[in-house]
């Protein structure tokens, strides 16, 4: 069976927030909560892949620590700079 559109994203929102560390939860949560509901499908798909990932692996690529995937490249700069950007709490 087919997941749906809905399925896909509330899947991928959830799996944002709650990954194996709180570091990543902080950083891939906001970030899926701002920008999942208006990617393009190949967008979508490249995050999903980069959701199957270790924590482990993505944490250096966001901080710099570690030189990202050429596929994640882009993706994981985005989401370095958002998760660097200003916050607005309420």
């Not at 399925?7 to 701002?34: C, I, N, Q």
């Not at 798909?45 to 596929?71: C, F, K, S, V």
């Amino acid at each position: 069976m087919s997941e749906t559109p809905e399925a896909r994203l509330k899947r991928m929102a959830m799996r944002s927030w709650r990954r194996g560390t709180k570091e990543m939860d902080l950083v891939l949560g906001p970030y899926a909560d701002a920008h999942l509901a208006a990617m393009p499908d190949g967008r979508l798909a490249l995050y999903d892949a980069l959701l199957a990932e270790n924590d482990q692996d993505i944490y250096p690529w966001i901080t710099g620590a570690a030189p990202a995937p050429e596929r994640f490249a882009g993706l994981i700069a985005e989401i370095a700079a958002f998760a660097r950007g200003p916050r607005v709490r309420g």
